[in-house]
């Protein structure tokens, strides 16, 4: 049995770790938070020198050519860092969607720049309240254009480049956008999370290409959603393992009737049920990284289990944040809101729990009829 | 990372393969070793003490025990790969575990020579069977407050009071009990640790009764029990230290996991049950819960392969170890109320998810409670203070107490 990551990856990690203290405590995030800008610009460019960006790229594209297992471990402690960047719409879905069914000439254009940081990628997606579906869906692609409104994209106001979910006849068709080029129009809405900044993209007619086949779209929306569910999950145990350390050193050092307040029991047993919800989801982090290195098919129910155990996680590292921190966490001040928000961003960005555990059954449902 | 055997692992799969392959039948597929209910017949007890006699003549019975005991100094992952692998055959109930697995330890730390050879061959071979008797009435989770007494008289120590939750006391040979032999100093201070012979005049053994109809445990009664002096295990007042020996003992259930969810069960169950006319499968709150639960459970496993992989590395694995039971038991509850509600009017009836109802608290509580688990995490992993204790230092008589319960 060796369900492990090697020396080599946690000296990966380490290293990750030790960059980010040093170029991204929690002011950093605070600062972007109080300056209105959308990110860290800085940062993205020192993540992409790193090879962050460009972990899963295959080095003839420009990338690192790490590995998937690299890639968790470096999202992780992104997570921890709750780094101002967009790091999960241009890595885990942009990225993924061209590595999965860019032709070459796509992959040599926008891998290189996606791995260099001088590009920045999202997911177009939702259109409209709740989660959509193939029927829903009314942005259309047709002739090489598209058409429609998009809203709450990812990064929406900083990337250059957009893969958008569209209709074309009676499928779907996932289209390849730059941004840069004539009939887009964005308009910036405000986020929980003002770290990951959301906007409102309208095209009208805008030229886009195919990405893999025209109305074949639905399943490999599919797969890159699980894809990257795998890797949100993995930034979403980091901010949920990071809250809990937080929690805790506050709750040693407040005193109250004489006591840390550590000591109660009533918070312990709470502090220990976090524990619990992030050693779960931390097993089934691994178990998806499993999958989705090895390519293997049980990533169509390890993605679900991954992503929904880390969003109850990081959901409930941050509400018991605010919560054991007493007034103080209720406050600007005290950085438990920089967590409290990134925990709703991130549990709601690519589909809630609730929408993750019916695509759950769905597959356990057809697997036992099969 | 992968799930496979290194080379020396799958030597060591191969080679106890083969020898239950010479020695047993293999599981038919679907069934299962009820360990449980079979306990107390005596043919069962027969076939256990012969097939641990077998295991033991050939260097198969205490993997992980030293050599001069009978053991073969195996590594923790062999042992997990044994017991995996011998649960794939009939193999008649395990009633040997506390002792080889607690007892037997113990007596390797603190017994005297003589002690050592009077005892562990017996145990290990099968010959005997042993008995833990620690918890109390009054004293559970709370194990130092226990109140059996052991008064010295001559060579000898007459032990009075009252022992519970003992599994299969009725059928052990020897026992072992730790008592109060000082109640003028704090309380764990005053506490001696004894092997006691369950054949002795004063031992009353009663079988207890549970929630669910069955009797695995019992409540041993002790009135002036003689017991030699030189049974005693480690000095006296010196008990709780030989006590936690035995507790640290206590294998940690590894691998596994997931509370024995099969999923496909519920989704048919859910299928087959009809929620505002139609399917209770197409009902978004069912979905919901099934999702929920085959989620928990899988992170249940695959937090067990963590587990084991640390062992495969030679790593111990630590007190985190311990949320395969905080979160298993309740959830097999949870499922089984669950499966009644699928059953909706009818879920009354007595059937398999009732009976799992029924006996399922009683996982909750066995080996430290969820409350207790969940001290140890806080505790022990995240490192927060301990509980202020007002009794610590306070001499056992004075200590208060509640009023006796039944």
Known sequence: MNFDFSEDQKLLQKTARDFLAEHSPLQVNRNVLESGKDWNSDLWKQTAEMGWQGAAIPESYGGAGFGYLELALIATEVGRAIAPIPFAASVYLATEAILLAGNDAQKKKWLTALASGAAVGTLALAEGLGFPSPASLKTTYSGGKVSGKKIGVPGGNIATVAVVAAKSGSGVTLALVDLSSGGVTRKPTESIDPTQAVAELEFTGAPAEVLGAEGKGHELLETVLDRAAVLLAWEQLGGAERSLELTRDFAMGRYAFGRPIASFQALKHRMADEYVAIELAKSNCYWGVWALENNDPELALAAPAARVSATQAFDLASVEMVQIHGGVGFTWEYDCHLFYRRAKQQGLVIGTASNWREKLVQRLAAKAAA | ?406
């Open chain 2, 1 to 406: 990372m992968d799930f496979n055997d290194t080379k020396e692992e799958a030597e060591f799969r191969a080679k106890a393969r083969a020898f239950l392959d010479k020695h047993l039948k293999p599981l038919a597929k679907g069934e299962a070793n009820n360990m449980l209910s079979e306990r107390d017949d005596r043919d069962s007890i027969t076939r256990a003490k012969a097939w641990q006699a077998t295991k033991y003549d050939n260097g198969w019975a205490v993997l992980t025990w030293p050599k001069e005991f009978g053991g073969r100094e195996a590594t923790p992952i062999q042992s997990v790969i044994w017991n995996q692998e011998e649960a794939k055959y009939r193999v008649p109930p395990a009633i040997f575990g506390i002792g080889l697995g607690m007892l037997g330890p113990t007596i390797m730390t603190h017994g005297t020579q003589e002690q050592k050879d009077k005892y562990i061959k017996k145990m290990a071979r099968g010959e005997e069977v042993w008995c833990q008797l620690f918890s109390e009435p009054a004293a559970g989770s709370d194990l130092a407050g226990l109140r059996t007494s052991a008064v010295k008289k001559g060579d000898d120590w007459i032990i009075n009071g009252q022992k519970i939750w003992t599994t299969g006391a009725h059928f052990s040979k020897w026992g072992m009990i730790v008592t109060r032999t000082d109640p003028t100093v704090a309380k764990h201070a005053g506490l001696t640790y004894f092997i006691v012979d369950m054949e002795s005049p004063g031992v009353e053994i009663r079988q207890i009764k549970q929630i669910n109809g069955g009797s695995g445990f019992n409540t041993v009664f002790f009135t002036d029990v003689k017991v030699p002096d030189s049974n005693r295990l480690g000095r006296v007042g010196d008990g709780w230290r030989v006590a936690l020996t035995t507790l640290m003992n206590e294998r940690a259930s590894i691998g596994g996991g997931g509370g024995g969810l099969r999923t496909e069960d519920l989704i048919r169950q859910a299928r087959n049950a009809e929620l505002n006319g139609k399917p209770a499968l197409e009902d978004s709150a069912v979905r919901q819960k099934i999702a929920d639960f085959y989620i928990r459970s899988s992170g249940l496993k695959y937090t067990g392969y963590r587990t084991l992989t640390a062992l495969s590395r030679g790593t111990t694995p630590g007190p985190e170890s311990s949320i395969g039971k905080l979160v298993g038991a309740p959830m097999g509850q949870e499922v089984a109320a669950f499966a009644m509600e699928l059953q909706g009017l009818a879920g009354g009836e007595l059937g398999a998810a009732q009976e799992a109802y029924l006996g399922s608290p009683g996982l909750r509580i066995a080996g430290g409670t969820d409350e207790i688990m969940r001290n140890i995490l806080a505790e022990r992993v995240l490192r927060l203070p301990p509980e202020p204790r007002l009794d610590k230092e306070t001499a056992f008589k004075d200590i208060p107490t509640g009023p006796a319960t039944k």
